[in-house]
């Protein structure tokens, strides 16, 4: 199979991902769609601070770096871009809303499915802003709760640039609460499953949700690693996909990073290397063999951001 992924320096082969993380941050900003722009920070700042984790994490192996910061959050695919440049790694980054306030803009509500949609995908075709860069897929977000108009809509517009562009479409989601209902609008698009990734899956209070998604043929994604009381709990997790054959359906990240725009020096930053040196370990001490290792680290996330 020829497939292809895009990074922010253009096509690669899925061949050439090698060990992915494939849900981090370099940078955010959490002010709002309002207020936020570039004029908020400095990007020598930013790449010069968050240079050395990335050169960290390419020097214990990993190849590919998914950047999931969405618009209006400080996404920002120049720096990316210039990182790109500064080490070896491939770095993909995503078009999309987060559909969560206050991250919304306004012409979000006021404008249908087809002109958000439109937008998406002429980033896709043509680059972000005047960049020529390109997203890797598509971000989104949705609250805990019942659906909103706003998040159903996001979630829509999502499905028409996915059928346009193969890009998958990851969701943010508050507990998991709305995972089957955000399918169930996908599947009225005629959106696979397996082009969905279920962001925040480590609810291991919820591991019937998470079967249920898993049967449908989505990816689930576990990327709180390194998070406070979470490895147990993704090992927990793992362990039961593999014991019902979802292994090919896993994928392993740590939400880690980031410059906060706003704090000093972008605040206090989680490293992106203990997945390598800490948790890789903490799967073979758990007795799980080389190859799901590689399938959860090279395989299964090339398969995920494939088009
Ligand atoms: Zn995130």
């Not at 006021?110 to 890797?136: F, M, N, Q, V, Y």
């Not at 740590?254 to 410059?259: E, I, N, R, S, T």
Request: proline share 4%; aromatic share 8%; glycine share 8%.
């Amino acid at each position: 199979m020829n497939s292809k992924i895009i990074t922010v320096t253009g096509e690669i082969s899925s061949k050439e991902m090698g060990i992915t993380l494939p849900h981090e941050h370099i940078l955010v900003d959490f002010i709002g769609a309002e207020k936020t722009g570039k004029y908020r920070y400095n990007p020598e700042e930013v790449i010069n601070i968050m240079f050395p984790y990335l050169l960290d994490i390419q020097k214990l192996g990993v190849k590919t770096f998914i950047d999931c910061t969405p618009m209006y959050l400080a996404r920002d695919v120049k720096i990316l871009q210039e990182l790109v440049n500064k080490t070896n790694l491939n770095i993909l980054t995503n078009t999309g809303l987060y559909g969560r306030e206050p991250y919304i803009p306004k012409h979000a509500y006021t404008a249908s499915i087809e002109e958000l949609a439109d937008h998406w995908i002429r980033e896709a075709k043509e680059g972000i802003e005047d960049t020529g860069i390109k997203p890797g897929f598509i971000k989104t977000a949705v609250n805990g709760g019942e659906f909103t108009k706003i998040e159903k809509k996001l979630i829509e517009v999502a499905a028409v640039a996915s059928n346009e562009t193969n890009l998958t479409i990851a969701t943010h989601t508050c507990f998991g609460e709305k995972a089957l209902q955000i399918l169930k609008v996908l599947k009225d698009y005629n959106v696979n499953s397996q082009e969905w990734i279920f962001v925040h899956a480590n609810i291991e209070e919820k591991v019937d949700l998470i079967l249920q998604v898993a049967e449908q043929g989505a990816w689930i994604e576990l990327d709180g690693v390194g998070q406070e009381g979470q490895d147990e709990k993704i090992l927990n997790i793992i362990d039961i996909l593999i014991d019902q054959n979802y292994e090919d359906q896993i994928l392993l990240s740590q939400d880690a990073g980031c410059y906060f725009v706003g704090e000093p020096n972008g605040g206090e930053i989680r490293p992106f290397s203990p997945f390598i040196t800490e948790f890789i370990p903490a799967l073979r001490d758990r007795g799980i063999q080389e190859d799901l290792i590689q399938k959860f680290t090279v395989n299964n996330p090339a398969t995920a951001f494939s088009i």
